[in-house]
């Protein structure tokens, strides 16, 4: 398996641009998570998904985020507008429920 | 409420030195612990999860659960152990496989 699949690797936009980002789990995996990673803050839970079901989307800043899975096999993460303080890397993780969670090389983002 | 704690930023040690990791974590049931290692600019890895009980790469950690600690240990550091290390805790509860990080120490391993 190729592991956890994220694109795009690095992303460069202005103040007020639609961010998508986007990850395909390892096959067979039934957990997703989006996690942000600063220099401020360390590993941030953003969002997790059971089954494709959104369990607990507490960690999600505000309304400009969003995230979706429409199937087992894709999940994106949505910015709009994208804010300067919304720089950090974004990473992607699965797993299937009670063993060890993958994680995925990251998107780094920068708005400037 | 649930909370992993790295008290240390940044542990730096010289080659062959003995390290230990330290992290404490705040859980009301019975959690499973990890550690995750990430290489500059590299994705996070798992390293050791406590319900295994193996020894990656020399490290070893104990789950002390009178003192609510999963502290990473190493008797002898190598340069290529210069990294970022994650203490993470899931709860067991629910069936949900959520982790919480804590901040993460940096280990730098000089010659």
């Known amino acids: 398996d190729a592991g956890v699949i994220q694109s795009p690797r690095h992303e460069v936009t202005e103040m007020g641009q639609e961010v998508t980002l986007r990850c395909k789990p390892i096959s067979g995996h039934n957990s997703l998570f989006w996690y942000r990673q600063t220099m401020m803050r360390g590993l941030e839970l953003l969002i997790y998904?059971?089954?494709?079901?959104?369990?607990?989307d507490s960690g999600m800043p505000e309304d400009r985020f969003s995230a979706k899975m429409p199937n087992a096999s894709f999940s994106t993460l949505k910015i709009q507008p994208s804010e300067p303080r919304d720089s950090a890397v974004y990473f992607c993780a699965s797993g299937q429920i009670g063993n060890t969670i993958y994680f995925g090389e990251g998107s780094w983002l920068t708005v400037v | 409420a649930q909370r992993v704690t790295q008290p240390e930023k940044l542990l730096s040690v010289f080659k062959g030195a003995p390290v230990e990791l330290k992290c404490n974590y705040s859980y009301s049931g019975s959690p499973e612990l990890f550690w995750y290692v990430q290489y500059s600019r590299q994705r996070l890895q798992l390293l050791l999860r406590?319900?295994s009980r193996e020894s990656i790469k020399g490290f070893t950690a104990d789950l002390n659960k009178g003192e609510t600690s999963f502290h990473l240990k190493k008797p002898f550091a190598q340069e290529e152990d210069s990294a970022m290390y994650y203490c993470?805790?899931?709860?067991?509860?629910?069936?949900?496989?959520?982790?919480?990080f804590g901040a993460g120490t940096r280990l730098a391993v000089h010659p």
């Open positions: 993470a805790l899931s709860p067991l509860s629910g069936g949900y496989n959520k982790l919480i």
């Open positions: 998904f059971n089954n494709n079901v959104p369990i607990d």
């Open positions: 406590h319900i």
